[in-house]
């Protein structure tokens, strides 16, 4: 089989690029690991919301560009953060042309909304995927990549580069077991992140890593960037993620992810450790917060903390859906007592510790100042609320894991960059399995969706030009 053009990974990244690609002239073929027609990624299970850094794509470009490099928190790559602000807005009127749908979410007065994939999924919990945004717009890129000649291979996976004299020549892979050869003068390494890798989420992210939740398909193995490695290119920006805050029980009830997660409620309250201590700035959001819980010696070990008037008012702070009482319904319960010493005694923490925590954090609320709490807090973007009057609540909680950060270093085509220096030729990296555009010490996400929908244009593009 030769091609002028392969995609590793059939998910947005390597459907646009391939799709794209195809568009252009290119010979092009998805391969795909799963062998179902309808087979699980993220793409498939994504809510469909595209931003920049919490930002709308339609934004002014300059205005994406600034909190790109200040939610990087400098990690950004600022050629590459350029290039990609830039491109938001053409990224998805190509999209609509492609008869992608969007609704407008709104985000701020005069300011443009949110564009989210449609149909949008219904607010439940668990996954709810079949007919919404991500499952349909998938299946509408596969249909335009056909309709130009171009293939999909499901039930392939890749495991190694073919490189010859330097250059990109095709792939190594099996195909429903059988050794196969595939050639093309371009790969695009498109495969999502190693979310479902457990030994590089113990190298990269927390050594506990059958302590942290998993929230993606069971593709999300990292290869592609192993492979680039062993090929000689140049990896980096690893140590954080996306991910949510979620109640312990969905590392074994399926029903309890991706929805609901806990971070609206947990921004407006504290975190506190097994020695009943805050341990995170929660100002931050959540999935700074997520980090943070990962990061303990054991990610398992946290708890919220809140009381009756927060729990009863927590449908009002979340936008996605509302724990109470889904949570509870889904198999995650609250631990209640009457007084935060009897609490303590459930959830195993000493009791004068966390009545101390949650003494500082009223008094911190009551006077409006915050210095005398060990561990910071941001007020700015989610106002702390009072833990005041009983019953009072704790959830058991785990760090939930959406999208890793860090990958292959590529440059403002999408080319991979050698070890050695310069660009790599023939390979592309684009999607969650690239460096250089978020992470930093507050974990500045710039969001999965955008990284597929800009950089799978920008490769493809490249690669036609170069033929």
């Known amino acids: 089989m030769q091609f002028d053009m392969i995609s590793i990974g059939g998910g947005f990244s390597g459907l646009i690029s391939a799709c794209r690609a195809a568009e252009l002239g290119l010979k092009v073929a998805v391969l795909e690991q799963d062998s179902s027609d309808r087979y699980p990624c993220s793409s498939r299970f994504t809510t469909g919301v595209s931003n920049i850094m919490g930002l709308a794509i339609m934004a002014d470009p300059d205005h994406l560009y600034n909190a790109i490099i200040k939610g990087s928190g400098g990690a950004a790559d600022p050629a590459l953060a350029r290039v990609f602000a830039d ?3 053409r990224a998805i009127a190509w999209l609509s042309e492609k008869g992608t749908r ?3 979410r709104a985000l701020q007065k005069d300011q443009p909304g ?10 439940q919990a668990g996954l709810d995927w079949e007919g919404r945004g991500g499952d349909v717009t998938m299946r509408k890129l596969t249909e335009h990549i056909l309709a130009r000649g171009g293939t999909l291979l499901r039930g392939v996976k890749v495991t190694s580069l073919i490189v010859e004299n330097g250059a990109i020549a095709g792939v190594e892979a099996t195909r429903d077991g059988a050794p196969t050869r595939i050639t093309a003068k371009a ?3 498109a495969d999502g992140g190693f979310a479902a890798n457990r030994d590089m989420i113990a190298k990269y992210i927390t050594p506990r890593a059958d302590r942290v939740l998993c929230r993606v398909g069971p593709g999300a193995k990292g290869d592609g ?4 490695e062993h090929a000689g290119v140049a990896i980096g920006g690893f140590g954080k993620f996306y991910g949510h805050i979620h109640h312990i029980n969905a590392m074994t009830i399926a029903k309890l992810w991706p929805y609901p997660h806990l971070d609206a409620i947990a921004e407006r309250s504290i975190l506190v450790d097994g020695a009943g201590k805050r341990f995170a700035d929660e100002g931050l959001g959540g999935v700074c917060m997520a980090n943070d819980i990962a990061a303990l010696e054991d990610p398992l070990s946290s708890h919220l903390i809140i009381d009756d008037e927060m729990w009863r008012i927590e449908p009002k702070l979340t936008t996605t859906v509302a724990a109470n009482p889904s949570m509870v319904n889904a198999g995650g319960p609250l631990i209640t007592a009457g007084d935060l010493a009897s609490l303590a005694g459930k959830i195993g923490v000493p009791a004068a510790s966390l009545e101390d925590t949650v003494r500082v954090h009223n008094a911190a609320i009551a006077s409006g100042d915050y210095s005398a709490s060990p561990t910071p807090r941001s007020v700015h973007k989610y106002p702390p609320m009072p833990i005041a009057k009983g019953p009072f609540h704790a959830v058991p909680l785990c760090a939930g894991i959406t ?3 860090g990958g292959v270093v590529i440059d403002i085509h999408a080319q991979a960059q050698k070890q ?3 660009a790599f030729p023939g390979l592309y990296a684009v999607g969650t399995p690239v460096a250089g555009l978020e992470g930093g010490p507050r974990a500045g996400y710039v969001g999965g969706l955008s990284k597929a929908f800009i950089l799978g244009l920008l490769a493809a593009e490249h690669i036609a030009a170069a033929r």
């Open 102 to 104: 969007f609704i407008e």
């Open 420 to 422: 050695s220096g310069g």
């Open 187 to 189: 790969v695009v390494i």
């Open 87 to 89: 491109n938001g807005k």
């Open 403 to 405: 999208g890793t950060m």
């Open 225 to 228: 960037i192993a492979m680039a």
């Open 114 to 123: 949110q564009r989210v994939l449609a149909p949008p999924r219904r607010l």
